[in-house]
C-alpha cells in the first residue's frame, strides 16, 4: 500500500492562478482531510470529507474547494491563488473517528 | 469543537523519562484522544490514542485521567530523534473535526 499520497511535492503559483492539490489513498479510509501549515505554526483543518459525496468545512475554506467523488481521491482546488495561501499543505485520511490519521508527505505551495 | 491546552515547549535529558501533558476539560464521553508528532520538515505521524484506559505500543505510553479531563504523553527515554512538535487532539463521533492546535515543542538535550 502506498497509503496517502499527495502531488505534487512543490508548486509555484502567480496570484490569480488556479490549480488543484491531488490527494490519493488506497487504505480505504472514509474519512480525509486537507490541512496547511504555515511557518512556525501548527495545522490548520481547511475541508473534510466523511465518505465519497460529503464534504464540509473545517477552520480556513475560504478560497478552497473540494469535491470527494470517490473513496480514493479527495483533491484540493484554489480557485484564485493569493500570496497568503503560500503554506505547506497536508493530506490525511482514516477508517473512523478511532482510528489513527495517515498523512501525506506534503505540498510546499509558494504564491508569489 | 472539543478543545486541547498544551505548553508551548518543553526540554528533556536525552535518556531520561518525558512527560507531556495536554488538558482537555470540555471532553465528551466518546471523545477519543490522540497524540501525533510532527519531526523537522515531515508531516505528522500518529504516535498514540486511547479513549478511557491507559495505553502503551512501542513508541510511548498514554496516561488518561480518571475524569478524563487530562492526559500525558509517556516517552519512556527521549533520544534526540524524538525532538519534535506533539500534538494532542480529540476526535469525536460523527463530526471527524480533527483540530490540531499549535502542539508542544520537545527539545531533548544531548
Known amino acids: 500500500n502506498a497509503g496517502v499520497t499527495q502531488t505534487p511535492k512543490f508548486q509555484v503559483l502567480k496570484t490569480g492562478q488556479s490549480m488543484t492539490l491531488q490527494c490519493a489513498q488506497d487504505?480505504?479510509?472514509?474519512?480525509m482531510s486537507w490541512y496547511r501549515q504555515d511557518p512556525g505554526m501548527g495545522l490548520r483543518l481547511i475541508h473534510y470529507?466523511?465518505?465519497?459525496?460529503?464534504?464540509d468545512q473545517g477552520e480556513v475554506p475560504n478560497g478552497y474547494n473540494v469535491s470527494r467523488s470517490t473513496t480514493e481521491d479527495f483533491p484540493l482546488r484554489l480557485l484564485s491563488a493569493a500570496p497568503s495561501q503560500t503554506s505547506v499543505y497536508f493530506c490525511?485520511?482514516?477508517?473512523?473517528?478511532?482510528?489513527?490519521?495517515?498523512f501525506g508527505n506534503g505540498t510546499r505551495l509558494t504564491v508569489t | 469543537d472539543a478543545k486541547t491546552t498544551q505548553p508551548n515547549s518543553m526540554e528533556s535529558n536525552e535518556e531520561e523519562p518525558v512527560h507531556l501533558p495536554c488538558n482537555h476539560s470540555?471532553?465528551?464521553?466518546?471523545?477519543?484522544i490522540h497524540w501525533y508528532r510532527q519531526l523537522p520538515s515531515q508531516g505528522p505521524e500518529y504516535v498514540i490514542h486511547?479513549?478511557?484506559s491507559n495505553v502503551n505500543n512501542r513508541m510511548a505510553s498514554l496516561a488518561i485521567a480518571e475524569d478524563r479531563k487530562s492526559s500525558t504523553l509517556i516517552l519512556h527515554r527521549a533520544t534526540l530523534r524524538d525532538a519534535a512538535v506533539y500534538y494532542c487532539?480529540?476526535?469525536?463521533?460523527?463530526?471527524?473535526?480533527?483540530?490540531f492546535g499549535t502542539g508542544t515543542r520537545l527539545k531533548v538535550l544531548a
Open positions: 486511547g479513549l478511557t
Open positions: 470540555t471532553i465528551s464521553g466518546t471523545d477519543y
Open positions: 490525511a485520511g482514516g477508517r473512523s473517528y478511532n482510528s489513527p490519521l495517515h
Open positions: 470529507s466523511v465518505g465519497a459525496g460529503i464534504t
Open positions: 487532539i480529540l476526535s469525536t463521533s460523527g463530526t471527524y473535526k480533527y483540530i
Open positions: 487504505m480505504n479510509h472514509e474519512y
